[in-house]
């Protein structure tokens, strides 16, 4: 049985913290329904019992940005794959902030800033449900995966700008604002 809540509570923020991944999905009119994992424990963050954020690294696509443009409404999914058996679900709505946007500076303090690092989605809660998740198997956490976060540390600026250039729209054709990636020092310029 499902219940829902107005806000996250502190047994909700317990399960959160724990869990190291967490599933997006975002979807915009006419547009393909896309649902990403999301891993890299540090990532994460409740501001507050109806505000939540995650650190985005750049990647292969940027559908979330261009969803919450378009339709604004995310849905973030976590499962305990312990005890106790439980999914919690955040309906919310999105913002993509960008380090070169007001609101960066405040948002950004809450997380330490990765390479690759290009976004950070800055969500409202507007509820939260829980269901048992009696049928979400047991697995063991063993180590986080780091690869991305090296790639972006090896990466060539430049090259790595070029080829993300050119990628201003979804995979649905929606239009996405220009990111670019946070490699460590000071924060990239919208050029």
């Not at 305990?80 to 946007?101: D, H, K, M, S």
């Not at 800055?122 to 995966?145: H, K, L, N």
């Not at 090296?150 to 600026?157: G, I, M, V």
């Not at 239009?175 to 990239?188: C, E, F, K, Q």
Request: include cysteine; charged fraction near 25%; glycine fraction near 8%.
């Amino acid at each position: 049985m499902a219940d829902f809540f107005d806000e996250l509570n502190f047994r909700h923020i317990e399960m959160i913290e724990d869990q190291p991944v967490f599933f997006v999905a975002t979807s915009a009119p006419e547009a393909r329904i896309n649902l990403s994992p999301k891993g890299l424990r540090d990532t994460f963050r409740v501001i507050s019992p109806r505000r939540v954020a995650y650190l985005d690294l750049g990647g292969s696509g940027n559908e979330t940005n261009a969803h919450l443009i378009a339709d604004g409404r995310i849905t973030l999914m976590f499962c305990n794959f312990q005890q106790p058996a439980l999914i919690l679900r955040i309906y919310g709505t999105g913002n993509p902030v960008l380090p070169w946007e007001r609101g960066w500076d405040e948002i950004a303090q809450h997380f330490t800033l990765l390479p690759g690092t290009r976004q950070i989605f800055d969500i409202a809660v507007e509820s939260v449900q829980t269901s048992c998740g009696w049928g979400v198997p047991f697995m063991e956490y063993q180590r986080e995966r780091m690869t991305l976060v090296k790639a972006h540390s090896n990466a060539d600026p430049a090259e790595w700008a070029g080829k993300h250039k050119r990628r201003r729209e979804s995979i649905d054709g929606l239009p996405t604002r220009p990111t670019d990636r946070y490699i460590g020092g000071d924060v990239p310029s919208q050029d």
